[in-house]
């Protein structure tokens, strides 16, 4: 069985990887460096994970604005295919609450994609019916995930709680992060988008984690990857659907 997440950026292509190989299973095709699918969406980057006859690919979309080109892809991809084996049987959208009415938007443009066919919902699996080239129907499951459940925010504000759950001391850092990121630019000349506070609050927690050297972006890798998050129960429990992958 072939399965395909869909995210939007770095945090969350790098926690993924992660998440998947330590909780579920999945091992890291690095024998195999050259993704399965490749988006035509700039910035775009993918990876791909086995476990035993099952592959899963991983895709950061380069921002939420690619969502709905990449999903298109994926599902045009699907259609083109002639064998079930390499359609991708489960997809998965993993996207930021960072604005009001995300949920609504996201539905439409996944309906519009889809042409309405189905009721989308949030953590729900849904079935999508599609016809190939050869007029052929087939199934694939399509989940959606907009984190955090319930309130706004970004995966970087559930991992920052989840965090601060299991750790007190990383936990008044993770405080004063956010009072900084909050006050520091008070005119919204930085800051003028909700997801922008959310991430500088991530990125502030970093910036005293991380040595401050040229490779930063391992740096901040490595801090991600280095936290158990197979042992945080919060953590596990939001994403205990992409177990069925």
């Known amino acids: 069985m072939k399965s395909i997440i869909i995210c939007e950026g770095e945090t969350d292509f790098v926690f993924l990887q992660h998440f ?7 091992n890291d095709s690095k024998q195999k460096p ?3 699918f490749r988006s035509n969406v700039n910035n775009s980057l993918s990876r791909d994970f086995f476990k035993d006859s099952n592959m899963l690919t991983i895709i950061s979309c380069g921002g939420c604005g690619n969502i709905k080109t990449v999903f298109e892809e994926v599902i045009r991809r699907n259609e083109n295919e002639i064998e079930d084996s390499e359609r991708y049987s489960k997809i998965v959208i993993l996207t930021d609450n960072d604005e009001d009415c995300v949920e609504e938007k996201i539905i439409f443009e996944l309906n519009d994609i889809l042409k309405n066919k189905v009721q989308i919902s949030n953590n729900k699996w849904t079935t999508l019916t599609f016809e190939d080239t050869v007029h052929n129907q087939f199934d694939s499951e399509l989940l959606l995930l907009i984190i955090p459940f319930d309130e706004n925010g970004a995966l970087e504000t559930f ?11 990383d936990a008044e850092i993770i405080k004063k992060a956010k009072e900084f990121a909050d ?5 919204k000349k930085y800051l003028s988008h909700r997801g922008f ?3 500088a609050r991530l990125y502030a927690y970093f910036a005293i984690r991380i040595e401050p050297t040229v490779n930063q972006f391992r740096q901040r890798k490595n801090v991600l990857t280095n936290i158990p998050w197979e ?6 429990t939001v994403f205990k659907e992409l177990k069925k992958l």
């Open 231 to 236: 042992k945080y129960e919060n953590v596990r």
């Open 34 to 36: 050259n993704p399965s």
């Open 183 to 187: 006050n520091a630019d008070p005119e």
């Open 197 to 199: 506070v959310t991430k």
């Open 20 to 26: 998947m190989i330590r909780v579920n299973g999945w």
């Open 159 to 169: 991992l920052l709680e989840s965090i601060s759950k299991e750790n007190a001391y």
